[in-house]
């Protein structure tokens, strides 16, 4: 076997590690301006030269001396992975800080690179910095970056073909020091190489600080909330409207009945494949309904929400809704930095439950994971959620999201009280604000809403197969008279709905819209979605739960998950019959 | 000067880290962020609801809750 070469990119949270892999390797892996993007690592492989390399994007740390799950995963690689090479990525604004990391990297005296990333912001805020004198003082080559733009990027691959062919003339000779000391010789350094002009404030610096003040911090996040949703859902709306709605049935809706039909004109794979036609959004076909579900009716909010999710994220906001929430995410448990799982959750809750690994304590990982799986709906649901109760009116809606919030906090103030220990509070860095780039937003839209086809997909055209083959081999039936007595009695629903809540493992979207050829009366459809959005979680989000939590956890997710689903419907249904 | 803790610190106001009365996980932690002592800091504003304090060092803006920020021993300037 041909031996390939190793390189660890490593450096602070937030330095743009993930920028610099994307740029070097072509593989898109999501990055924000946000400490803890990326959890887990990312492998790609890059070309320097003749040398064939694997390139290894490690989750931010600011020491070697983890604090969370994360930053225990870089430690264990640099110690376990044996690299070629080591390129150390700083935040050039903010040098002696991520020198600790870099000294520390340094220590171990392997090959490594040491790139100041953000050249252009830390030129821009005044930082002039003596580079040949650093180069010396840590034995290994300094290279300035602006990994966004990609400035820098061509002599930063040269020097690691170089480094990799000469693998002597890269290795620092520092021999490894106490804290103290090597703070103490970052002071020297800092003092002796760098220079910071004085400047006056700029205008984002002036929001950064109104962001984050007791007063103007929350109408600046009650109206940057408010916003976003109304876009999330203008844009949804607006696509829907004038391109897929036409598109589909026009077009594409006549054109696949029309082609089915001459293949098979009647019989299982025709009523599998088409259903009772393209044009009743309930025909339940998989190229019909399963193709109009995905395509035009979750497609479109979930490119809306990535996108605006995006545009928060590159500017730096989410940081800072955390500090705000703080206090009251403790009362659940939790601590601001939550937010940031809970609001990805709103997308889907597969990101959302990996990117719990960001947080510090086992015991909060456990209270955002259930929160998430439980009482955040993603957008595939929100968006037929829309669809379907939007017809009635907003207070359907408004009933399903409320009791949703209710579940979250009633939920979240039970967990906190009964696990035993508390929350750790926060202690965070605040990136500043930047103006996100294009390009980049586009493109990391772009790779989640893949990430949602692929994802979605081959479960749709499962799900709509497992379906009508339990109808066809007649389980169903038999399923029906088990649980009828439940959906009956407890939550109102007639046993039709069955085949709906089964959908609910495999995809929340599909599930909810297979209540739309039911009949069933707004207050069911209410009672129906909700239960639908509390119970199991689908196949994608209990597997990593699984991943996260443990089976004994997840076991207990799932008792809860259950016992609360059927509770909130019960009472939702029986409050209605009352009122 | 007298001596304060980060928490008692006026919007805006500088001040240099005196001590860390916490355990050596506490210390590390902070440090590792570049709290430690000897360093000046600001402090630019607390959160709502007895939220998290925010301040800068060297140009980098930390958020850190009450109960740690008040183990922190600055003096003013």
Same mark, same amino acid.
């Given at each position: 076997?041909?031996?390939i ?8 949270p ?5 920028v610099?892999f ?15 993007t990326t959890?887990?690592y990312?492998?790609?492989t890059l070309?320097?030269?003749?040398i064939s390399a694997?390139?290894i ?9 983890p604090?969370?799950?994360a930053e ?7 110690q376990?992975?044996?690299p070629?090479?080591?390129v150390?990525v700083?935040?050039a604004?903010?040098?002696e ?5 870099t000294?520390?990297?340094l ?6 690179l040491?790139?100041?990333n953000?050249?252009?912001c ?13 180069s010396?003082?840590?034995g ?8 966004v ?12 073909e170089?480094a990799?062919?000469n693998p002597a003339?890269y ?5 490894p ?8 010789f970052i002071?020297?350094?800092i ?8 400047r006056h ?11 984050v003040?007791p ?5 600046i ?15 949804g709306?607006?696509l829907?409207s ?13 054109f696949?009945?029309?082609? %089915? ?6 019989g299982?794979?025709?009523?599998i494949?088409?259903g009772t ?16 579900v995905?395509?035009?009716? %979750?497609?479109p ?8 999710l995006?545009?928060?994220?590159d ?6 809704l955390?500090?705000?929430?703080d206090?009251?995410m ?11 799982p ?19 304590g086992?015991r909060e ?25 939007g ?9 399903v999201?409320?009791?949703?919030f ?9 967990l ?19 103006i ?13 809403v893949?990430g ?7 479960f ?12 066809i081999l ?8 088990? %649980? ?7 939550l ?7 085949g ?7 995809r ?9 050829p039911?009949n ?8 129906a ?6 119970s199991?979680?689908c196949?994608?989000?209990?597997v ?23 509770l ?8 209605w019959s009352?009122? | ?22 355990g ?6 902070l440090?590792?962020?570049n709290?430690?002592?000897g360093?000046?800091i ?20 930390l ?5 740690m ?9």
């Amino acid at each position: 076997m041909v031996y390939i070469m190793k390189i660890l990119l490593m450096g602070n949270p937030n330095v743009g590690k993930s920028v610099v892999f994307s740029r070097l390797t072509g593989v898109q892996v999501t990055s924000s301006n946000y400490p803890g993007t990326t959890v887990g690592y990312t492998k790609g492989t890059l070309k320097l030269g003749e040398i064939s390399a694997e390139l290894i994007d490690v989750p931010g740390t600011y020491s070697l001396q983890p604090a969370c799950q994360a930053e225990e995963v870089a430690r264990k690689m640099l110690q376990e992975e044996d690299p070629d090479l080591v390129v150390s990525v700083l935040d050039a604004t903010n040098l002696e800080r991520n020198l600790f990391l870099t000294l520390q990297i340094l220590e171990k005296g392997l090959p490594t690179l040491v790139v100041l990333n953000m050249w252009d912001c830390a030129q821009r805020r005044g930082v002039h910095l003596n580079i040949q004198g650093l180069s010396k003082a840590l034995g290994v080559p300094v290279i300035t970056l602006v990994a966004v733009t990609g400035e820098g990027l061509k002599e930063l691959s040269e020097v690691m073909e170089e480094a990799l062919k000469n693998p002597a003339d890269y290795t620092p000779q520092i021999s490894p020091m106490h804290d103290d000391e090597r703070w103490a010789f970052i002071g020297q350094l800092i003092t002796e190489l760098q220079k910071i002009e004085h400047r006056h404030p700029t205008f984002l610096e002036k929001l950064e600080k109104a962001s984050v003040h007791p007063v103007y911090g929350l109408i600046i996040a009650s109206i940057t909330i408010i916003l976003t949703l109304q876009l999330v859902i203008g844009l949804g709306e607006f696509l829907i409207s004038n391109f897929l709605d036409p598109l589909y049935y026009q077009y594409y809706g006549p054109f696949i009945t029309e082609t %089915v039909t001459n293949i098979f004109p009647s019989g299982i794979v025709h009523e599998i494949l088409i259903g009772t036609g393209y044009q009743y959004e309930t025909s339940f076909g998989i190229l019909t309904t399963g193709v109009y579900v995905e395509f035009a009716v %979750v497609l479109p909010y979930i490119l809306s929400f990535y996108l605006f999710l995006g545009l928060l994220e590159d500017i730096g906001y989410l940081p800072r809704l955390a500090v705000l929430v703080d206090s009251l995410m403790h009362r659940l448990g939790l601590h601001g930095f939550s937010i940031i799982p809970i609001i990805l959750g709103f997308g889907c809750n597969v990101p959302a439950v990996l990117s719990t690994r960001m947080l510090e304590g086992k015991r909060e990982k456990f209270i955002v994971a259930a929160l998430i799986s439980m009482s955040i709906p993603c957008m595939a649901q929100t968006a037929v959620i829309i669809g379907l109760l939007g017809v009635y009116g907003m207070q359907y809606i408004a009933v399903v999201y409320g009791t949703l919030f209710i579940l979250f906090i009633s939920l979240g103030m039970l967990l906190n009280r009964i696990l035993p220990g508390e929350s750790p509070e926060i202690f965070v860095e605040i990136p500043p604000y930047r103006i996100p780039h294009l390009k980049a937003l586009l493109q990391k839209t772009w790779s989640r809403v893949k990430g949602f086809l692929i994802e979605a997909v081959p479960f749709v055209f499962l799900g709509i197969l497992a379906i009508n083959l339990l109808y066809i081999l007649g389980i169903m039936d038999y399923l029906t008279i088990l %649980v009828s007595p439940l959906l009956s009695n407890l939550l109102g629903l007639p046993d039709d709905a069955i085949g709906a809540l089964i959908m609910g493992f495999l995809r929340k979207d599909l599930a909810t819209a297979m209540l739309a050829p039911l009949n069933l009366t707004a207050q069911q459809l209410t009672v129906a979605t909700t239960f639908l959005a509390v119970s199991f979680p689908c196949v994608a989000t209990f597997v990593v739960l699984l991943k996260e939590l443990g089976v004994k956890d997840l076991i207990k997710v799932i008792m809860i998950m259950l016992g609360v689903a059927l509770l909130t419907g019960t009472i939702l249904n029986l409050l209605w019959s009352v009122v | 000067m007298i001596m304060t803790i980060l928490n008692q610190l006026e919007n805006g106001q500088k001040a240099i880290i005196i001590d860390i009365n916490g355990g050596r996980g506490l210390i590390k932690r902070l440090e590792s962020l570049n709290l430690r002592k000897g360093k000046e800091i600001r402090k630019i504003s607390s959160a709502p609801f007895q939220g998290p304090i925010i301040l800068e060092v060297d140009g980098c803006q930390l958020a850190l809750g009450r109960g740690m920020a008040a183990k922190v021993t600055v003096k003013p300037l």
